[in-house]
């Protein structure tokens, strides 16, 4: 192995990850006798550089048939409900139409156009904003910030914090949810008796309409940073020390490597938690419908309670459906757009 | 047990389904072995289920032909089932019935059955709402009991109001409730929808009368504004002295007998609503036994809900749940001319009046109190507030108007 570790040299350390972790003799020949350019997109898990590799005839077939049962469950259960709820969203499908199918109407996109122009809908589509928003990097710098201190040669007990940090992950959103609504009551709550202390007056935690979503994504930073943390500790355990060792030897402080080691190098793990924790808290909904029911004046109702609600309350199938759509789009939209920003990035 | 020696013995035995929600569903089954007794030819299936779920299952049950042959639907609930032809009309079998007798019913709580002029269910229990209130608070502000008109009570609670601390409110009414505000509204003749459940009749006077009522409790620090999610322990609340009064239905009794504290149990006491001028109106609420289009019993289902309102076993049921039975000649009984708390309640039974009958009611409820919040929180003015909710209930109550409008083409 090299012992000199350039940094412009991208290639040699990730040659070296390989190697190392699978450490295996066959690995070891395998390893050198490919270019050093695959072994990096194997070990980052891109093989974009697939060598060409003739295909028999025939394998073709075998390959469909192969795939057909998961193909088949899929457009089964996936494509053909969608399909079915695009055309639902186009009609009023509603109580009526159950007892009376002949009553449905075909609308076109009257849905989404009594959708656009109603405040409740916007005011839903903000709310879930300022969630996702200020929910998502508070989750996500949290989760990172844990991670890292976890992942800190000097601190002990480590499987122990970590499980402590994981436990509101696993438990039940519903119980939590109530508990939390103890903890945030004016009178008797936890929290108010807290900042008591510090002089601060009780808070109308739920009651107030602009602190209710404040409370509600406290409640999911602290129930949603333990998966992200694990994640995060996997991808910073996948950083070799090595490089925080060359950093330092060139004079790199702790904040230097932060931002020009493990940063970088989180880069794949950051996507993919950004990705996954955003467009669960764009489906937010368990925590308003079991705390505020979406109250109080709607400060907490979610894109997705108000589906519910007209989908499952009032039976507003066809209007219930177009908000999901819409729901669609906008996830897709800032998907698209968190993969077009990490890809600016690196 | 019984289901397994039945199917031994029997060839032309009838099985009835019955389901019914929360805790009647639980008694209700205590009360079926007389009436198979009574009916050997029959056996009586019960399914409990909870009240959160009953709305969907009932519906899924509709849609898969799945339904059974009895079920309890809440007296809202009916004109929805009636719109999806789940139910089936009853007339016939009332005007037949001996042990039946209309007249013997509560009026306004037997109207909560009839949709277009037929009966679709049989009232299984009542509920309305009335004030719990505690009496030594009232004492302490001069009152012996109860006042009966809006004028007075109003006058009292703020008597009791300057007595209080500035976290103490004389009245309760969380912000997300409907019943209160509707239940003025029902006192002031409001007809809360108009042209036969086809708009809205918010910003018709009688409904602003109302509301600028519900809404004086708030202006004038009475009531708190707080949704129900707010108050962790009512109880605790009520044997604190730090809320005087509070409207709700008759299962309060219960709790407040279980759940308050020794030292304030003759500190309280319920009574009719006050009115306008003199005793005021209350809203017919309460769940009755229905019989489902897809019964293939209905002869035999008819016998089971012939029983159960049966005073007898009404008064049966009455012991086992606390639910108030529908009928004059159950209330003739001691053990409930002797419930001081439960007067009231009968008091105001010969007063009730029914909801608008329309499948979008619970709907139609939810936006009531959700504008009426946004002007408790001074977001909307009154105006606004009624116009708002004209708006909404008018666009909400599209597809009746539309449906009614092809029927009367079809006629």
């Known amino acids: 192995m090299s012992t000199q570790c350039s940094r412009n040299d991208d290639t040699s350390w990730r040659k070296r990850i390989v190697v190392r972790d699978g450490a295996k003799p066959w690995w070891y020949l395998m390893a050198a006798s490919l270019e050093p350019t695959t072994v990096m997109h194997a070990a980052s898990g891109q093989l974009n550089a697939r060598p060409r590799v003739e295909i028999p005839s025939g394998v073709g077939k075998a390959a469909w048939l192969f795939l057909a049962p998961a193909l088949v469950l899929i457009f089964v259960f996936f494509f053909l409900p969608v399909l079915a709820s695009l055309v639902l969203s186009a009609t009023d499908f509603d109580i009526y139409a159950i007892a009376d199918p002949g009553s449905t109407r075909f609308v076109g996109l009257k849905n989404y156009g009594k959708l656009l122009q109603t405040p409740e809908f916007w005011q839903a589509l903000r709310n879930t904003f300022y969630f996702a928003l200020v929910g998502g990097p508070l989750t996500i710098a949290l989760s990172l910030a844990t991670a890292l201190l976890l992942n800190h040669k000097l601190v002990r007990f480590k499987g122990f914090f970590r499980t402590i940090y994981f436990i509101p992950f696993v438990t039940t959103l519903v119980a939590v949810s109530i508990v939390w609504r103890y903890l945030y009551h004016t009178r008797y709550g936890l929290f108010n008796y807290g900042l008591g202390f510090i002089g601060i007056g009780p808070i109308d935690w739920l009651g107030d309409p602009n602190w209710a979503m404040p409370a509600i994504i406290l409640m999911a930073v602290w129930k949603s940073f333990g998966y992200n943390m694990l994640i995060f500790i996997a991808g910073l355990q996948a950083i070799p020390s090595e490089l925080y060792d060359a950093a330092e030897i060139d004079g790199a402080g702790p904040v230097r490597r932060f931002f020009n080691v493990t940063l970088p190098l989180l880069g794949p793990t950051l996507l993919f938690v950004g990705v996954i924790t955003m467009i669960g808290y764009f489906q937010l909904f368990a925590e308003p419908y079991v705390m505020t029911q979406g109250g109080p004046l709607r400060a907490t109702t979610s894109v997705v309670l108000l589906m519910y609600e007209e989908g499952f309350r009032w039976w507003r199938m066809g209007y219930a459906a177009a908000i999901a759509f819409v729901l669609f789009i906008v996830i897709l939209l800032a998907t698209l757009l968190q993969f077009r920003l990490q890809k600016d990035r690196t | 047990m019984l289901l397994a020696c039945s199917d031994v013995e029997a060839g032309d035995e009838v099985t009835l389904r019955l389901w019914a929600m929360g805790r009647e569903g639980e008694v209700v089954s205590e009360l079926i072995p007389a009436f198979e007794k009574e009916h050997p030819g029959i056996n009586v299936e019960v399914q409990q289920i909870p009240w959160t779920a009953a709305h969907e299952k009932l519906l899924t049950a509709y849609v898969g032909e799945a339904t059974p042959d009895i079920a309890m639907l809440g007296n809202t609930w009916v004109p929805e089932f009636v719109a999806l032809n789940a139910l089936a009309p009853l007339d016939d079998m009332v005007a037949r019935s001996k042990e039946l007798r209309r007249d013997d019913f509560f009026d306004g709580i037997w109207k909560t059955n009839v949709v277009d002029g037929k009966t679709y269910g049989v009232p299984w229990y009542v509920d309305t709402r009335l004030v719990y209130y505690r009496s030594d608070i009232l004492a302490r502000a001069g009152y012996r009991e109860m006042p009966k008109t809006w004028a007075e009570w109003k006058t009292a609670m703020k008597r009791i109001k300057a007595q209080m601390s500035p976290t103490q409110y004389p009245m309760l009414m969380p912000t997300n409730e409907w019943p209160q505000l509707v239940g003025f509204a029902l006192e002031t003749g409001s007809p809360i929808l108009k042209d036969g459940g086809r708009y809205g009749a918010f910003q018709d006077p009688k409904f602003r009368e109302a509301f600028e009522f519900y809404l004086s409790f708030f202006r004038e620090g009475l009531a708190p504004p707080v949704s129900s999610s707010q108050i962790s322990n009512l109880f605790q609340e009520f044997e604190r002295g730090n809320i005087a009064m509070y409207i709700s239905g008759p299962w309060y009794i219960g709790e407040f007998r279980n759940r308050l504290d020794k030292s304030v149990q003759d500190k309280w006491m319920t009574a009719p609503m006050p009115g306008k001028d003199g005793p005021g109106a209350g809203m017919a609420g309460g ?50 001319t002797n419930n001081v708390h439960a007067r009231a309640f009968r008091d105001q039974l010969e007063r009730v009046v029914p909801l608008p009958q329309v499948p979008e009611w619970e709907e139609i409820a939810t936006t009531i109190y959700e504008h009426g919040e946004r002007a408790i929180r001074g977001v909307a003015t009154v105006d606004e507030t009624l116009a708002g909710l004209d708006r909404d209930v008018d666009a909400m109550l599209e597809k009746r108007r539309y449906l009614l409008a092809q029927k009367d083409r079809g006629t």
């Open chain 2, 287 to 336: 769940s009755s036994l229905s019989l489902f289009a897809g019964s293939e019993h209905k002869e035999e289902a008819w016998k089971l809900i012939e029983y159960l309102s049966r005073p007898a076993v009404q008064l049966e049921f009455y012991r086992l749940t606390g639910d108030l039975p529908p009928r004059r000649s159950a209330w003739a009984d001691t053990s409930l």
